[in-house]
């Protein structure tokens, strides 16, 4: 019963493992035009993950700690369940050790960091309900730490400048069939008026699609 009991945990901290590993490269290869758009259209999964973006520090450190009791979890149930079947023999005590340390590498980071940076937004926005869930449970440890953080670390100056490549991200894939709004058509329109006369794009520079609407 007990080697059960570790044989499960096991598999499930490596399932946490690989999710919190891939969901961290997912949020980090996602194009946020592209998700507040979908957001904007009605996407319930696309507003999970637009609340995750708008708070990244929240959202990494939710995944590092995830990570962390994860990596945990899985290295004493393995070395529990090793020390029950092989604790008299040294030399299959070491290869298994290594076995399950290089099950961990590929099975929990690179696989899943490859598997989510290959289609993000589509792979991210099937696992939003999970990230929420994981996001809730994690609360307790992740708000005091967030809190800490804050406080030690300085807070980044956030850029007003607009990417143009992440506006234009959005007209790319209509493979969802999500139509621009009046408001959208006009701001995209602006943005090009203003780079073709090499003016700068900043929230003040586009203040005049808001009069106009």
């Known amino acids: 019963m007990t080697t059960l009991l570790l044989s499960l945990l096991l598999v499930v901290a490596l399932v946490l493992a690989a999710f919190c590993a891939g969901a961290e490269t997912g949020f980090l290869s996602l194009s946020r035009g592209r998700v507040l758009h979908m957001a904007r259209a009605g996407s319930r999964k696309a507003k999970r993950l637009q609340k995750a973006l ?3 520090s929240r959202t990494t450190t939710t995944l590092l ?13 393995s070395a529990a369940l090793i020390e029950r079947g ?14 399950a340390a290089t099950i961990m590498l590929y099975a929990g980071e690179f696989l899943p960091k490859l598997f989510y940076s290959a289609r993000p937004l589509r792979r991210m926005l099937v696992l939003s309900g999970a990230y929420r869930t994981l996001s809730t449970v994690l609360t307790p440890l992740v708000t005091p730490l967030c ?3 804050s406080r030690l670390l300085p807070r980044r100056a ?12 959005i007209l790319k894939d209509r493979k969802d069939g999500v139509k621009l709004t009046d408001f959208e058509s006009a701001l995209i329109a602006r943005i090009i008026v203003l780079r073709a006369k090499g003016g700068k794009v900043t929230p003040e ?9």
């Open 54 to 56: 708008s708070d990244m």
């Open 65 to 77: 700690i995830g990570n962390n009791i994860a990596a945990v979890t899985y290295s004493a149930c």
């Open 86 to 99: 092989f604790s008299g023999s040294a030399v299959a005590h070491t290869v298994f050790s290594l076995l």
């Open 147 to 149: 809190a800490v953080l």
């Open 158 to 169: 956030s850029s007003a400048a607009f990417a143009a490549d992440d506006i234009l991200r």
């Open 205 to 213: 520079t586009l203040l005049s699609v808001l009069d106009e609407e």
